[in-house]
């Protein structure tokens, strides 16, 4: 049994939304096996043929509104310990959906932007946003058409509140990744950085990933999340 932390950072991906209906990124039949990354999630895509990318968004906002996707026990079970928990506890996730909200997280960082949420190119002001959006909406801050944008963290943008995340990696004495690849910097190195400060380091993924932590668990989140963060509570 893990013994309990005082301080935990849980860095959550796209599988933790898997079972929820929302497909990840680099599955087989993942969003980037049918849309080109460069057109869709960079700013010289959006430059290019922002239609595209408006659209993009807007329809994976209306999937997201769907009746159809709800928060899981993976999501539940996160937000049932950091109410219990009686130390330190931040959840980073690199999903934009707001799923994690709705199961009731709250000390939360959407390090990669929220799809319920809009920015104006000039003001930099961002707004909530529950319908579709394009090229010809008006700002409600300049009352122009063509300065919004998705809220999104695009490849080659900085992402979001990472003072933050590091001052809470680098305190932590548990850091445990939820359903993420891996594959995408600078979310790859949480785990280097809670490790300087000796923090155990936990995996929860399907499979197990490249990344070396102390300990992996296999299996989908759904189990392997409720199952770890109650023995945790417990322990
Ligand atoms: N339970 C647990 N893990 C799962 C499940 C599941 N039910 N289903 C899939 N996974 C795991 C996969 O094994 C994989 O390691 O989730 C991971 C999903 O990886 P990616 O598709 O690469 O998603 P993610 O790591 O969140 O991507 C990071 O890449 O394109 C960008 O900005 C995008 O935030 C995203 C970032």
Redesign the pocket.
């Given at each position: 049994m893990t013994s309990r932390p005082r301080s935990i950072v849980v860095l959550?991906?796209?599988?933790?939304s898997?079972?929820s209906g929302i497909e990840?990124?680099?599955?087989a039949e993942?969003?980037?096996a049918n849309h080109h990354?460069e057109d869709v999630?960079t700013p010289g895509g959006f430059a290019k043929n922002p239609q595209l990318v408006y659209e993009f968004y807007n329809q994976r906002r209306r999937q997201l509104l769907s009746s159809e996707i709800s928060p899981n026990t993976?999501h539940s079970a996160l937000a049932k310990f950091e109410h219990e928990f009686d130390g330190k506890f931040l959840l980073v996730t690199?999903?934009?959906d707001n799923l994690h909200e709705r199961a009731g997280s709250q000390n939360l960082i959407h390090m990669?932007g929220e799809l319920l949420k809009m920015r104006c190119l000039n003001s930099r002001l961002v707004f909530d946003v529950g319908t579709d959006f394009d090229y010809d909406t008006h700002c409600r801050c300049c009352g122009s058409a063509g300065n919004l944008r998705p809220h999104?963290?695009w490849?080659g943008e900085m992402p979001l509140q990472m003072n933050r995340i590091n001052t809470a990696l680098e305190n932590c004495d548990m850091f445990v990744s939820?359903?993420?690849?891996?594959?995408?910097y600078p979310?790859s190195e949480f785990y280097q950085t809670a490790k300087i400060r000796k923090a155990s380091t936990v995996e929860?993924?399907?499979?197990r990933?490249g990344s070396s932590f102390d300990q992996h668990v296999c299996?989908?989140?759904?189990e392997?999340v409720p199952q770890f963060f109650e023995s945790l509570l417990r322990s």
């Open positions: 959550t991906g796209a599988g933790i898997a079972e990840t990124f680099r599955a993942g969003l980037w990354v999630a993976a690199q999903n934009v990669h999104v963290v490849f939820i359903g993420t690849s891996g594959n995408v979310a929860l993924n399907l499979e990933t299996g989908p989140a759904t392997s």
